[in-house]
Nanobody
């Protein structure tokens, strides 16, 4: 079992930055590909970014490409999402998740473990 806890969310003005963290416990994160998803009010949860087990490959949704950066520190059992140039439409609950493989990284059902989410609110 892997327990994931997100942190770093909050309220920020448009154009600002936040860095989300996802701390894992129970098993080492180096065994998993990691992803970030988000769910805005009234919308379905959507893929944002993913990183391979070793960190050598990443993938981003078009809506965040060039603004968000996913990274991982396996020694700290932590995955990060650096979010720059934030927009009001980035407002959502952000979730991290762990998957056995990077191959189906954009599919939510490929992820075995999920955090509880952290709220990000971007004001205009």
């Amino acid at each position: 079992q892997v327990q994931l806890v997100e942190s770093g969310g909050g309220l920020v003005q448009a154009g600002g930055s936040l860095r989300l963290s996802c701390q894992a416990s129970g098993r080492t994160l180096s065994n998993y590909a990691m992803g970030w998803f988000r769910q805005a009010p009234g919308k379905e949860r959507e893929f944002i970014a993913a990183i391979s087990l070793g960190g050598g490959s990443t993938d981003y949704a078009d809506s965040v490409k060039g603004r968000f950066t996913i990274s991982r520190d396996n020694a700290k059992n932590t995955v990060y999402l650096q979010m720059n140039s934030l927009k009001p439409e980035d407002t959502a609950v952000y979730y991290c998740a762990a998957a056995n493989s990077f191959r189906r990284r954009r599919n939510q059902d490929a992820y075995n473990y999920w955090g509880q989410g952290t709220q990000v609110t971007v004001s205009s």
